[in-house]
């Protein structure tokens, strides 16, 4: 199977809307990439480097402090030999390639490049923890700066960053409220709230064949299905994404699934958009007869335990005739009244009971360390450095490895 990732654009000063900006994060966090022997070391500087990524194929951007450039742009400084990432302690250096914390911010709101600090005095506003939405971020300026996609149903924040300790880009669910002691929300003023697709009222269209989707469920808008008639015992609570395509004629529909270790989505066909409406489903494949009409497919995140929301690849096929959609109803897909998406796993060995806050309460920084002319202020956290143990990551979608259930 083979998916043509966009490349991202370079940046522009137009409106973007929030669904874009967090498409923008995964493609940065998901992007798979070899380091090779030429990308171990810096040839602009005499001193001290060594590159994290020894030879071998890594997802998500490395962290480059000072770094600030295209996915295009990262693959061809590869190819040219450019060290794969730095650290503050490195100096910003021209040799190496990657992104830091306000250079992926800078990236995925297509902005220009600004730090931290700049950021204050740049193209954004502040918010109240309150009225924080996805796509924002969440900046400490001369520190560190994380994009916010939402708040889980048990409290708990998720955010993308571009981590000098996790040493990458990656979806981070798991550093908790504490995480961001004494951060200020900020809002790119050029940001639209856009269209939220990917839900009943606004489902993605296909409207040709053979279609694939990258994607994921974790930070969905959508959030409508819990279960469906054809395994009404099977769990699905987790955020769901929508596709529908009119069938002129009847055919076979094939559609697969591709996630990743600790990501588990399901795929089901429906004829309408409820889960009473479920002809098939499957673990990652199937196969079904489909009559003239409207036909919905539905990815959602399969619950234990925990939900396993993530990053995966959708690919379909319609032998049939494919006709025209018509327009559909908007619809509040939460349940609760807002856009805001919900849902992602929390560690099991994890108290939440204490993760609930006063939004606005104040905070103090846990940060250190100073902002580098021109890079991002991107601190480590206290106590911590290369090598620190990873958190959560966003799948490694081409090198799926999928867990299989029973």
């Known amino acids: 199977m083979t998916l043509l990732l966009a490349a991202l654009l370079s940046p522009a000063a137009l409106a973007i809307p929030r669904e874009d900006v967090l498409d923008n994060a995964a493609r940065y966090a998901s992007h798979v990439w070899a380091s090779s022997n030429a990308n171990q070391y810096a040839t602009c500087t005499d001193g001290d480097y060594e590159s994290d990524y020894p030879p071998g194929t890594y997802t998500g951007l490395p962290y480059d402090w000072g770094g600030y450039v295209t996915l295009d742009e990262f693959d061809a400084q590869l190819d040219d030999g450019y060290g794969a990432g730095s650290h503050s302690w490195h100096g910003i250096l021209s040799c190496t390639t990657g992104v830091d914390c306000s250079g992926f911010v ?13 950021f204050g005095g740049g193209p954004t506003s502040e ?24 708040e889980t149903d048990a409290g708990w924040p998720v955010f993308y960053e571009a981590s000098g300790s996790a040493e990458k880009v990656r979806l981070n669910a798991t550093s908790g409220w504490s995480y961001v002691d004494g951060y200020q929300p900020i809002r790119y003023d050029d940001i639209d709230d856009g269209p939220t697709t990917g839900t009943r009222g606004a489902p993605r269209d296909i409207t040709a064949f053979p279609y694939s989707d990258f994607r994921w469920t974790a930070g969905a808008a959508s959030d409508a299905i819990d279960s469906y008639a054809c395994a009404p015992d099977t769990d699905e609570s987790g955020p769901e994404v929508l596709y529908r395509f009119q069938a002129a004629t009847a055919g076979t529909l094939e559609v697969v699934v591709s996630d990743d270790v600790g990501v588990d989505v399901d795929v089901h066909v429906l004829t309408a958009a409820d889960g009473a409406a479920c002809v098939a489903r499957d673990d990652t494949t199937l196969s079904v007869e489909v009559e003239p009409g409207e036909v919905w497919i539905a990815v959602d995140t399969w619950v234990s335990s925990q939900e396993f929301p993530g990053a995966y690849i959708l690919t379909a096929t319609f032998d049939g005739r494919v006709g025209e959609l ?15 998406p ?36 991107c601190a480590t956290p206290a106590g911590s450095g290369p090598g620190g143990a990873a958190l959560l990551g966003v799948a490694g979608l081409l090198l799926a490895a999928r867990r299989r259930r029973g």
């Open 106 to 118: 800078s990236m995925v709101w297509e902005t220009d490049h600004y730090s931290t600090s700049s």
């Open 326 to 340: 018509e327009e559909t109803e908007p619809t509040d897909d939460t349940g609760d009244g807002l856009e805001e």
């Open 342 to 377: 919900i849902d992602t796993a929390v560690p099991d060995d994890t108290d939440v009971a204490d993760q609930g806050r006063e939004r606005d309460a104040p905070r103090a920084s846990r940060f250190t360390g100073d902002e580098e002319p021109g890079g991002c202020g």
């Open 127 to 150: 918010v109240s923890w309150s009225h924080i939405e996805r796509g924002d971020a969440v900046n400490d300026p001369g520190s560190h700066m994380v994009l916010y996609t939402h």
